[in-house]
């Protein structure tokens, strides 16, 4: 039977040999083409949902999906603000995908797209997280109930490994 070698453990990549934190260095990384996707669900009590769905996703302060697009697509051009280490990235594309799952369910899907040396995973996590707050703030005036979570990377693709599936397209 032929023995593979044992698998490194992982280490964290934010952290000096001194312990401290510091960001990568990816000066000698390729720059390729990446692509992220991540999700963040937001629920609501029933009467909240029936409500919303009534209205067809309009509040008092608007169209609450249109309103939570651009609050995700900025967060998404901002991250490197947000997250201390996290790299200023050119951006090539953003698709941001708001549906229904269920009755009492939102599930909102951000995909960033760039060509660079590192990847866009926490700017795809950011764009999704930042329009279920968005979400929950335009919301909020009907409950204090309203749930948001898990946001939770749903695939990569570019870098040293793939990871999971890129469903959503960006235009």
């Known amino acids: 039977m032929a023995r593979t070698k044992p698998k490194a453990p992982a280490a964290l990549t934010h952290i000096d040999a001194a ?18 996707s991540a999700e963040c669900r937001v629920r609501f009590p029933a009467d909240v949902a029936t409500q919303l769905h009534a209205n067809g996703l309009k509040s ?15 967060a998404v051009k ?15 594309g953003i698709a941001i995908a708001i549906d229904w799952q269920g009755e009492r369910e939102l599930r909102i899907e951000c995909t960033v797209k760039t060509t660079h040396r590192t990847g866009v995973e926490m700017e795809a996590l950011t764009g999704a997280a930042i329009a279920a707050l968005t979400v929950y703030d ?29 469903a959503g397209g960006v235009r």
């Not at 490197?80 to 200023?88: K, S």
Request: include cysteine; charged fraction near 20%.
């Open 19 to 36: 312990g401290r934190p510091t960001m990568v260095d990816v000066s000698a990384k390729a720059t390729t083409a990446r692509v992220a």
């Open 138 to 166: 335009m919301c909020k005036a009907l409950s204090h109930a309203i749930v948001l979570g898990p946001a939770k990377l749903v695939g990569k693709r570019g870098g040293k490994r793939d990871v999971g599936s890129i």
């Open 78 to 92: 901002r991250t490197h603000e947000l997250i201390p280490f996290c790299h200023p990235l050119p951006i090539d």
């Open 60 to 74: 008092a302060k608007g169209g609450i999906v249109d309103t939570a697009i651009i609050a995700g697509t900025m």
